[in-house]
T-cell receptor, first 116, second 112 residues
Framework: NAGVMQNPRHLVRRRGQEARLRCSPMKGHSHVYWYRQLPEEGLKFMVY????????ESGMPKERFSAEFPKEGPSILRIQQVVRGDSAAYFCASSPFGGSDTGELFFGEGSRLTVL | GENVEQHPSTLSVQEGDSAVIKCTYSDSASNYFPWYKQELGKRPQLIIDIRSNVGEKKDQRIAVTLNKTAKHFSLHITETQPEDSAVYFCAAGRSGTYKYIFGTGTRLKVLA
């Protein structure tokens, strides 16, 4: 059973370009979460999605950031017009449970975005 | 807003000694407290968790204690080994939400 798969692992963009990060949850998991980790900091919640639904995006910046989890295919975190402050590691996690329960989040290896 | 404070930020111990990492949370409704280990460049992985109906939980060399009154929980690693070297994150969550609030991490270095 493959774990949470994220790609690309490393992404370099120039200011103003777009970044797309992809995440395939573990088999059997229908809940996906995106977290951002700035250097020397903890993980900050960004968004929680189920298939075709954004359940909670309260941690997402209001502008330039969007996320989706289509019926088919991976979850996508999209950052438009990137700025240097977007440089971070973006971790996707999945779980078999939803918002009514708590338990282990299974993280991917992360996508490290560098904005030049 | 909700917050989790974690101390210390860095910790060096001799191999075989014990290590203790402490966290304090602000949301009194929190009832789930996981600990994640993140090796350099790798994914965070759950090592142990505790729920608010339990005061202590142990798994081999790792133990976690919870003091709900003080809103404080701690990770204890005994007989540390070099492979324990990593960054450890505490987190707090509550039923009905999935927005775990993570601490800022403790970089543990076990010296051989």
């Amino acid at each position: 059973n493959a774990g949470v798969m994220q790609n690309p692992r490393h992404l370099v963009r120039r200011r103003g370009q777009e970044a797309r990060l992809r995440c395939s949850p573990m088999k059997g998991h229908s809940h996906v979460y995106w977290y951002r980790q700035l250097p020397e900091e903890g993980l900050k919640f960004m968004v929680y999605l189920q298939k075709e639904n954004i359940i909670d995006e309260s941690g997402m910046p209001k502008e330039r950031f969007s996320a989706e989890f289509p019926k088919e295919g991976p979850s996508i975190l999209r950052i438009q017009q990137v700025v240097r402050g977007d440089s971070a590691a973006y971790f996707c996690a999945s779980s078999p449970f939803g918002g009514s329960d708590t338990g282990e989040l299974f993280f991917g290896e992360g996508s490290r975005l560098t904005v030049l | 807003g909700e917050n989790v404070e974690q101390h210390p930020s860095t910790l060096s111990v001799q191999e075989g000694d014990s290590a203790v990492i402490k966290c304090t949370y602000s949301d009194s409704a929190s009832n789930y407290f996981p600990w994640y280990k993140q090796e350099l460049g790798k994914r965070p992985q759950l090592i142990i968790d505790i729920r608010s109906n339990v005061g202590e939980k142990k798994d081999q060399r790792i133990a976690v204690t919870l003091n709900k009154t003080a809103k404080h929980f701690s990770l204890h690693i005994t007989e540390t080994q070099p492979e324990d070297s990593a960054v450890y994150f505490c987190a707090a969550g509550r039923s009905g939400t999935y927005k775990y609030i993570f601490g800022t991490g403790t970089r543990l270095k076990v010296l051989a």
